[in-house]
Every structure is written in structure tokens, then in C-alpha cells.
């Protein structure tokens, strides 16, 4: 039967002839046999897979073919068997279920009856089918009572609509006269009449004709409108079914459209019914526009010379006046109004505004209002952010180097003192090469003179130094009359003899007076001041200097001078080069000329002072900003 | 052995495409499992006959409903023809 089936199928779709539909069919199943003798296995898509197993037990057939189903064809079948389950009647299975199953037929019902005729006479038996019946009966009225529960609404609903459906349309009954009777009855009427006529009167042939041809036409158009007027009320009937049909097919959604569309009709009914509310009128507030606002408007609105007029409003016009929007006033003033929130807006249009273009407008000069006092704040918030940051970057530069800025400005004592205790281990050459010392920086007499040493130390050096001209020879054993006959040929001698031959006789008083001085020391360099860390030196004039700092280049010794200069007006500097031979050649810096120690130590207790307050200021600024 | 070499024989064997051997071939599975599931039974001359072997339901409740409901599963069985056997356990 299948095989037919499947042949047919197969020459109809595909036009071939079913010899060769067949050939086909034979060769699908012999390709699977070959497949499974070969292979031990075919695997058939949507079917299953066939295997060979081997059966110990039968020595003619070992091998057997087990088919495994896929899972779709399983699932297939398993829903079949359980749409079947749910149609399950417990008592009629046996009988009526089991039809189509020989197998089932066979063994269910048998087991069942051969269990029952040993056991349970047939009193019992009807005894319990009645309860088995109760019992079924039951279980059928609740099930239709849950599934009633659960259909119910939609063939109610279904209901409900057919009524509706065919209160609306009615349908008019369907009267087909019966016309070929009548046509009938109406043309043996009408001959027999004509047979009488004629064989009464004995009319000619001719008027007969007419009569007869007259009544045909008039026959065919009676036929003709009822048949029109039939297929019309075909067509209506037709048409009013397909209605019914979809109307029915509607699902819930298109009801719950259908009903919202009621009630927005009786809404809008409702809404045309019932006036409407007249906005409240507002009563007439005097009001100040913020300056800011106006400023704003004036900004928008280009009018720059205006700030007065509108900062002196306002009479408010009221929203419903019945002019509405467009119907200008021909003044071209401009118009402020005032909201029952406090909020401002500006109308500045030659019209009169409704309330939505007054919110609208309002809303809009907020927004503005709010962008500008952002911009405002940003710019400002910039510049407070770049000096900050400016500033801060200055303070950590400094902070960074203030070691190296605290030893070059105000430590210099150290090199001062390395070159002092340089100076006290050196080798003799030192005034030698103070001697020989050229002043690069200022053009004082200081500068060509090469430093004072009062001590009885350094004396026998300055025999010793080698490069003396033989006219000098004999003015070394008196070098303090030596000296300015040196220095003779470069400057003007007499005004330079004179105070030198004094010296002498000022150096007894001064070296006593610098006894009594507190605080100072003398050394080989000359007065060593501890607190302010600098030497007074004694020039060949008498006069004392202050030797501030000794640095190893030329420009820092003056730069130096310049930074000192600064701070103590009036004080001249002066660079005194000087060679300590492996310690290298080092610039003193020199400060003034005091006649006393003590006028020395002022001055230099006075820059001392002036530099520890400008250190202090520069500390605190910092720790204020920090 | 799959159901692409299948095809493919019957593509070769037949001189047609593969598309139409693929097409013959599910329209054969189609039509069988179709009848398996109508009658419960086919049979096919010189392969064998697939049954539906159906097993005693298991009653359990489904959902809320408080109600015995029969679960049924069946299977597919197949049982080959003599000739399939012989061809098989022929050397």
C-alpha cells in the first residue's frame, strides 16, 4: 500500500514514469541493506539509524538489525500517544482504543477478563462497573467543568458578537419565486388564450404573431429582473456571511481596540457636552524684572538703550481676553508677565501672547539666563584655576630648589671659611699671588690692593715671594713704603703717599679698638665675625671692608655684589681675585670702606638682618599658600 | 553509511540531481513515519516492518487539575525482513 502511495508521489512530482519511481524506491532500501551489510550501520535523516547486533543464541542468523528512532520521530509518536490519552476513556478503551492494535487487543483485555472470572463473582463485578462508572462519570463532570471554566469566556464572547452581528445585519429572507413555473403557467395560459382567440375571432396569422412576440419580450425582461434581483441577494447573502466570518475570526486584541474607540468617542462626547473651564484671571501685580533678566533681553533683543523702561513695568495683560495669539496691539511695546510660580518671562513680540507661548517663552529666558551665568562661572572658575595653579607650580619650583637657592645666597660663609682655613694651611705663595691679583669687577683702589695682613705671619712670607724686581729689592725690608711706590707708575703717588705714611700711626688705636669690639675675632685674614659670618678686613689706607663671600667664578662674585647691592643701598662691592694655588683661584667679595670695626659690623648686621627677612617672608608666603 | 551517501548513489545511480534524490528521499521518510503514525504499523516489502510498541500508561496529576492522567510512551520498533537478515549474515 505504501509502496504505491510513495510511487505515486514520486512519478507525480518529480515526472517520471513509475517503473522508474519504482527502480527508485527498491533502490533507496537496497542502498540501506548494502549500507548496513557494509558499514554495519545506515543513518536514515528524520528516521533513525539501523545497526547490526550481534545474537549469540541463533547460529543461522547472528547477526540481527536494531533500529534506534531520532528523537523527532519518538516525539512525534509520544504526541500522538498523548493527544490519544487525553481523549482516554478508562471504559471504553478496552473496547474501542484497541481496535486498530491487534497486539494490544490481544493482551490487555484478556488479562483483565482471565483476572475478573477467577476472583469476582458477577454481582461483584456489576457492583464495582457501577462504581467504576460513578467514579468515571465524576471525573468526566469535573473536567468539563474546568474546561468550561477555561473556554467559556471566548464562546461567550463569540456569542455575544454573533448576536450583535445579526441584530445589525439583518438578513433578509431569501424568497426565490419560482419563476420557470410561472413563466410556464404564464405561456400555456397565454397559448391556450391565444388558441381560443383564434379559433374564436378567426384573426389573421399575422396578429397573432405580434401579440405572441410582444408577450415573449415582455416574459424574458419579468425572467430576466427576477433572476438580476436573485443573484443580488445571493451576492448580500454572501457578502454578509464573509462578514459574519470575520467579525467572529477577531481576536481579543481587536476587541479591546474596538472598545477603547467607544470610550474615546464618549469622551469626546462628553468633553463637547460639558463647557469649557475659563482659566482663572490674574490679578494685577506690580512686579521688578531682575536686572539680570533685562539685561539678557537687551542682550536678545538688541536694544541697548531700553533698561529703564523695562525695569519700570508692568500692568499684566490677562491670557483670556478673547483676543488670542496675532491679533497685535499696533503699539510695539513689550509686554512682561508674571506666573503664579514667580517666574519671569518677557514677551517681545507685537502680539499678544496665549499661555502656552508665554510658558514657552519663559522657559526659553530661563534657559538662556542659566547658560550665561554658566559661562560666567566657568571663565571665572578658569582664571581661579590657572593663578592657582600658577602660583602652585611656583611655590614647588621654589620648594624644589630652595637647598640650592638657600646655599647660593645665603651660605656663602661655607666657601668663605674652606677658603679661610685654606688660606691658614696654604702654602706660602698665597700673598705672592695676592700681589700679583688683578680686579676684573670695580674699578675702586681697593681692587689693586691686595688684602691687608696685619699678622707677623705672613710678613716673613712676603720676603720669601720670589718675583721681585731688583729695585724692589731693598724696599721689601720697609713694605709698607714699598707698596705705593709699586703702585706708583698706575696711580697718582702723592695722594696715596701721604695716608700710607699715617697708616702706622692709625693702626695702633684701630687694633685697639677692634679688641674691645664683642663677637669678633681676630685670624689670619683679618677680624673673623662669627654671628654674621663675614671678616672685616683692614686696607692698606687703615680702613676696614667687609669680605661677605669668596665664590670660584667672576660672575657669581658679582652677581653676588649686585643681590647685596639691592638689598643695602648705598654699598659698593668690589671683587678681589685671589690664587690658593691647588684650591684654585677664588673671587672675594668685598663690601665698603668703614673706618671702624664696629661701623663694619652694623653694615654687615644690617644685610644680614635684611636677607633672614626676606628669607622669613618668602617661608611664610609660601606656608600660606601651601 | 548516511543518508548523503545515499543521495548520492541514487544522484548517480538514476542520473538526476542530488537536490531531487534528497527531495525523493524525504518524501519517502515523510510518508512512512506519517503512516507509522496513522496505522502504528508499516510494513516494507524485503526490508521489514516498523511497529509502535505501546507501553502501559503511567498515571500521575497533572498540574493542579487533581486528576489521574495516563502518560503513555511509545516506541518504534522494527523487526527486518528474511531477506535483509540473509543479505546480512551472507559472506
Keep these: 500500500m505504501i509502496k504505491q502511495e510513495i510511487i505515486e508521489k514520486i512519478s507525480k512530482y518529480f515526472k517520471l514514469t513509475s517503473f522508474e519511481a519504482e527502480k527508485i524506491y527498491d533502490d533507496i532500501f537496497a542502498g540501506i541493506i548494502k549500507g548496513v551489510k557494509e558499514e554495519n550501520i545506515a543513518d536514515v535523516t528524520n528516521l533513525g539509524e539501523f545497526i547490526i547486533k550481534y545474537n549469540s543464541g541463533d547460529e543461522n542468523n547472528k547477526k540481527t538489525v536494531e533500529f534506534l528512532p531520532t528523537l523527532s520521530l519518538e516525539e512525534e509518536i509520544n504526541q500522538r500517544a498523548f493527544e490519544e490519552s487525553r481523549q482516554f476513556q478508562p471504559g471504553k478503551f478496552i473496547q474501542s482504543e484497541l481496535t486498530d492494535k491487534p497486539d494490544a487487543k490481544n493482551t490487555i483485555p484478556t488479562v483483565v477478563n482471565e483476572n475478573l472470572s477467577g476472583i469476582i463473582s458477577d454481582k461483584e463485578k456489576n457492583d464495582i462497573d457501577q462504581e467504576h462508572n460513578v467514579v468515571e462519570d465524576e471525573i468526566k463532570r469535573r473536567r468539563d467543568e474546568i474546561l468550561g471554566k477555561i473556554t467559556k469566556p471566548k464562546e461567550e464572547i463569540k456569542a455575544e458578537f454573533n448576536e450583535k452581528i445579526n441584530e445589525s445585519t439583518i438578513i433578509p429572507p431569501v424568497i426565490i419565486p419560482p419563476v420557470t413555473e410561472k413563466i410556464t403557467e404564464v405561456t400555456v395560459e397565454h397559448i391556450e388564450a391565444k388558441k381560443t382567440i383564434e379559433e374564436v375571432v378567426n384573426n389573421p396569422d399575422e396578429v397573432s404573431a405580434k401579440t405572441e412576440i410582444t408577450e415573449k419580450a415582455e416574459i424574458t425582461a419579468k425572467t430576466e429582473e427576477i433572476s438580476k434581483t436573485s443573484e443580488e441577494i445571493k451576492s448580500n447573502i454572501t457578502e454578509t456571511s464573509k462578514e459574519v466570518e470575520e467579525v467572529t475570526e477577531n481576536s481579543f486584541s481587536d476587541f479591546f481596540t474596538e472598545v477603547s474607540k467607544e470610550e474615546h468617542n464618549v469622551t469626546s462626547s462628553i468633553k463637547s457636552t460639558i463647557p469649557p473651564l475659563e482659566p482663572p484671571v490674574v490679578p494685577p501685580v506690580e512686579t521688578v524684572i531682575p536686572p539680570g533678566a533685562v539685561e539678557l533681553h537687551n542682550q536678545i533683543t538688541g536694544d541697548q538703550g531700553k533698561t529703564n523702561e523695562y525695569q519700570t513695568t508692568i500692568t499684566p495683560m490677562p491670557f483670556a481676553n478673547g483676543n488670542g495669539n496675532g491679533n497685535g496691539n499696533g503699539s510695539g511695546e513689550n509686554y512682561e508677565h508674571k506666573l503664579q510660580d514667580n517666574s519671569y518671562y518677557i514677551w517681545y513680540k507685537d502680539s499678544e501672547p496665549n499661555s502656552t507661548d508665554t510658558q514657552t517663552m519663559s522657559y526659553e529666558y530661563e534657559l538662556l539666563y542659566q547658560a550665561t551665568k554658566e559661562a560666567e562661572y566657568k571663565s571665572k572658575l578658569r582664571i581661579y584655576v590657572t593663578t592657582f595653579i600658577m602660583f602652585f607650580s611656583i611655590v614647588l619650583i621654589l620648594l624644589i630648589f630652595s637647598p640650592v637657592i638657600y646655599k647660593y645666597f645665603f651660605s656663602p660663609a661655607e666657601d668663605q671659611n674652606s677658603e679661610e682655613v685654606q688660606q691658614e694651611t696654604s702654602s706660602t705663595n698665597e700673598p705672592q699671588n695676592s700681589n700679583q691679583s688683578t680686579n676684573q669687577a670695580s674699578v675702586n683702589s681697593l681692587e689693586n690692593q691686595p688684602p691687608v695682613n696685619n699678622t707677623t705671619q705672613e710678613q716673613p712670607k712676603q720676603e720669601v715671594t720670589p718675583p721681585v724686581t731688583q729695585q724692589e729689592q731693598p724696599k721689601q725690608e720697609a713694605p709698607k713704603q714699598e707698596q705705593p711706590k709699586q703702585e706708583a707708575p698706575k696711580q697718582e703717588a702723592p695722594k696715596q703717599e701721604a695716608p700710607k705714611q699715617e697708616a702706622p700711626k692709625q693702626e695702633a688705636p684701630k687694633q685697639n679698638s677692634t679688641q674691645s669690639v664683642p663677637g669678633v675675632t681676630k685670624s689670619s685674614m683679618g677680624w673673623l665675625d662669627d654671628y654674621n659670618k663675614v671678616i672685616y678686613v683692614q686696607l692698606e689706607n687703615g680702613k676696614f671692608t667687609i669680605q661677605e663671600s669668596a665664590w670660584d667664578s667672576d660672575a657669581k662674585a658679582n652677581k653676588r655684589i649686585s643681590a647685596v647691592g639691592g638689598l643695602v643701598p648705598g654699598l659698593k662691592g668690589s671683587v678681589l681675585k685671589v690664587d690658593l694655588g691647588s684650591k684654585g683661584t677664588w673671587y672675594r667679595a668685598r663690601f665698603g670702606e668703614f673706618s671702624t670695626i664696629e661701623e663694619a659690623k652694623q653694615k654687615a648686621e644690617e644685610l644680614r638682618n635684611k636677607e633672614k627677612s626676606r628669607l622669613h617672608a618668602m617661608l611664610l608666603t609660601f606656608f600660606l599658600y601651601a | ?91
Design chain 2, 1 to 91: 553509511m548516511t543518508t548523503i551517501d545515499l543521495i548520492n548513489k541514487l544522484a548517480v545511480e538514476h542520473n538526476i540531481t542530488t537536490g531531487r534524490a534528497e527531495m525523493i528521499v524525504s518524501i519517502l521518510v515523510e510518508r512512512l513515519v506519517e503512516k507509522l503514525k496513522k496505522d502504528g504499523e508499516v510494513q516494507i516489502t524485503n526490508f521489514g516492518t516498523f511497529s509502535i510498541r505501546r507501553k502501559d500508561p503511567d498515571s500521575s496529576s497533572y498540574m493542579k487539575l487533581n486528576e489521574p492522567i495516563p502518560m503513555v510512551k511509545n516506541h518504534v520498533t522494527f523487526f527486518p525482513d528474511k531477506i535483509f537478515l540473509e543479505s546480512i549474515n551472507s559472506h
